[in-house]
């Protein structure tokens, strides 16, 4: 690590005690600084995490937060789910106390070269590509960020010459001062997070802080297919470089390999790596085949756009299961590649009401109560040769952990399928 003095003897206080919450406080702890955690949510989660702090002068509460666990502080750091109407936030401004994401504490700390990837869609996937080209190359590179693997986590490994492929959310870019990836690359724009803010502008003012503290000495990687991403190309002060979509690769892999230009990699490592890619848990994961039916989990596609990606790559006929939390998207742009292809849609969670009326008669919709009843009903519908997909269009946050307790329930729900419910066995 570098600055490794920066934080110590600072009062740092952190609001959110999940995955990227708990690293940084032990990590900030074990710099020298006066750590303390609030979290609203008292579960089994925050009670485990809580239990996981590197010591008990690290000070936590939850299931509240309190005025005076923010005043006095020299810094609140931001987990990527806590809004700016959240009370941590507010008292912090009244306090005049500084406020940074995770993600902005972790970049002071790291020596190594840092590609940042944010988009609507497939930053996950762009992530661990770019994280395995350059490890193909015989470079250690780190794969951290929103993927689910805290970069504060990760940094203390990291030495100069080391790289990081770190995803990063429009939620933890919110909060930077001095974040500057040597890549950044943003991969697409649509409509989603409109339960966070106010209008698309405000979403995509929170992207761009992607590239805000580059130069010239930086690189933006642009789609060039995305006339929304082009547009703002011009406000960028770092080199500007565009991937389009060519014959045999999806835009992620475009992507991949402009980075693989920057960084100098050669063409033929991009395609071992893509060609022994096997793809990720909970996107467009192949569970089993039961009685001639496919389950596939794709609890990952939180989007519209991810959807339709997921449907225009099944050749079968589908029963799609969806919903969740809404996050203020426009179903109905499901529509026209859903029309002849799904048979039914099984609806879950918060926002079943939303898609129901988005989808109008256009599509035959069924209701479950929970995951695994949906699962059950699926299977009761398909006939051989079909696929039952979970892709959820939503957050998961109204019923599960996150989109990985979704994406294990499903899978779990399929593997227990019993006789009594239609397998032979």
């Not at 979509?245 to 390999?257: H, I, M, R, Y």
């Not at 799904?342 to 919709?365: D, M």
Request: contains cysteine; positive net charge.
């Amino acid at each position: 690590m570098i600055n490794t003095d920066y934080f110590k003897g600072k009062k740092v206080v952190i609001a959110g005690l999940a995955r990227s919450g708990l690293a940084c406080a032990n990590l900030l702890y074990g710099l020298g600084a006066e750590v303390s955690v609030t979290d609203l949510q008292n579960t089994e989660t925050t009670r485990l995490n809580s239990s996981k702090l590197k010591s008990p002068d690290i000070k936590f509460e939850l299931g509240k937060h309190s005025r005076e666990f923010i005043r006095g502080r020299d810094l609140l750091v931001i987990s990527p789910g806590i809004p700016d109407e959240a009370m941590p936030v507010v008292w912090a401004k009244e306090f005049n106390i500084p406020m940074a994401s995770e993600i902005e504490v972790a970049s002071i700390l790291c020596p190594a070269t840092i590609i940042a990837v944010t988009g609507s869609n497939g930053k996950t996937t762009t992530t661990t590509l770019i994280g395995k080209i350059i490890q193909a190359c015989g470079k250690r590179a780190f794969v951290c960020g929103n993927i689910g693997n805290p970069f504060t986590g990760e940094v203390e490994k990291m030495s100069e010459g080391d790289f990081v492929s770190l995803e990063v959310s429009s939620f933890q870019l919110e909060k930077i001062k001095t974040f500057k990836p040597k890549a950044a690359v943003i991969l697409n724009f649509s409509k989603n997070h409109l339960d966070r803010y106010k209008d698309m502008q405000e979403y995509l003012e929170a992207k761009k802080r992607i590239f805000r503290n580059q130069d010239k000495s930086d690189f933006l990687v642009l789609n060039h297919e995305d006339p929304v991403l082009c547009n703002i190309a011009k406000e960028a002060r770092s080199k500007v470089i565009y991937f389009r979509g060519e014959k045999d690769f999806n835009p992620d892999q475009s992507a991949v390999l402009s980075v693989a230009g920057i960084l100098n990699i050669k063409r033929e490592v991009c395609l071992n790596v893509f060609h022994g890619f096997k793809g990720l848990e909970h996107r467009m994961e192949y569970v089993a085949k039961i009685n001639g039916v496919d389950f596939i989990n794709d609890s990952k596609a939180t989007t519209v756009e991810s959807a339709v990606w997921a449907l225009r790559n099944i050749k079968s006929s589908i029963i799609l299961i969806a919903g969740g939390k809404d996050k203020g998207v426009d179903y109905s742009l499901v529509l026209p590649e859903a029309k002849d292809k799904v048979k039914k849609v099984i609806l879950i969670g918060e926002a079943k009401n939303k898609i129901r009326s988005a989808f109008g008669n256009r599509l035959p919709v069924l209701d479950a109560e929970t995951l695994p009843d949906a699962v059950k009903m699926a299977f009761a519908l398909a006939s051989c040769g079909d696929s039952i997909l979970l892709s959820p269009m939503c957050s998961s946050f109204d019923m599960f952990k996150d989109y990985e307790e979704r994406g294990r329930i499903f899978k779990s729900a399929v593997h227990s399928l019993a006789p009594a419910d239609g397998v032979k066995l």
